[in-house]
């Protein structure tokens, strides 16, 4: 079947701009996680959504990190007033809850900040 | 908190060589580990995994023992080919952080023919 599926695969944009970076998880798949991977932090953790629970923002970096998943499928992350440091790969998974938790990754985001 | 180690630096080898990539972990509650592979050009994939001490994951002709006495999940394989070349990071989970992955910097492995 499908896989996680990630939009855009490249984003460039100026620096101080907002972007939107798009997920859409596995179907059947309740939980969500977002994680950004670059060179000088490796794989971070941001923000997980289970079902309609809270979303866990625990890992967001800064208060210009926002994600919102709506009807339990599709997430949006969106990064305002980007930063040269928010340059990354922008890594979304998918798990079923049930079972041995595993995480089913998408292709990534790689987003760079000029 | 959840924290993995895994050893510094690339590794390169030759073909048919015996490979092992060192992961040791912290953890708050009991961890499920995890080896994630990314391919060149690829995103990542789970190439292993193990959810209770002793538990050995295979896959591919990699293996890794879940160690609780030494909280290590070492990756090994017998006899590596080119296409292993990748980079391979070690990870963890726990029920109470939410199943969210805490993953390893991650080794560069190259093998040359």
């Known amino acids: 079947g499908a896989g996680v599926s990630q939009s855009p695969s490249n984003k460039v944009t100026e620096k101080g701009k907002d972007v939107e970076l798009r997920c859409d998880p596995i179907s059947g798949h309740t939980a969500l996680y977002w994680y950004r991977q670059s060179l000088g932090q490796g794989l971070e953790f941001l923000i997980y959504f289970q079902g309609n629970s809270a979303p866990d923002k625990s890992g967001l970096p800064s208060d210009r990190f926002s994600a919102e998943r709506t009807g339990g499928s599709v997430s949006t992350l969106t990064i305002q007033r980007t930063q040269q440091e928010d340059s990354a790969v922008y890594l979304c998974a998918s798990s079923l809850l049930t079972g041995a938790y595993e995480q089913y990754f998408g292709p990534g985001t790689r987003l760079t900040v000029t | 908190g959840n924290s993995v180690t895994q050893m510094e630096g690339p590794v390169t080898l030759s073909e048919e060589a015996f490979l092992t990539i060192n992961c040791t972990y912290t953890?708050?509650?009991?961890?499920?580990l995890f080896w994630y592979v990314q391919y060149p050009g690829e995103g990542l994939q789970l190439l292993l995994k193990?959810?209770?001490?002793?538990d050995k994951g295979s896959n591919k002709g990699f293996e890794a023992t879940y160690r609780k006495e030494t909280t290590s999940f070492h990756l090994e394989k017998g006899s590596v080919q080119v296409s292993d070349s990748a980079v391979y990071f070690c990870a963890l989970s726990t029920r109470e952080g939410n199943n969210r992955l805490a993953f390893g910097k991650g080794n560069q492995v190259v093998v040359i023919p």
């Open positions: 953890a708050t509650g009991y961890p499920s």
């Open positions: 193990a959810t209770k001490a002793d």
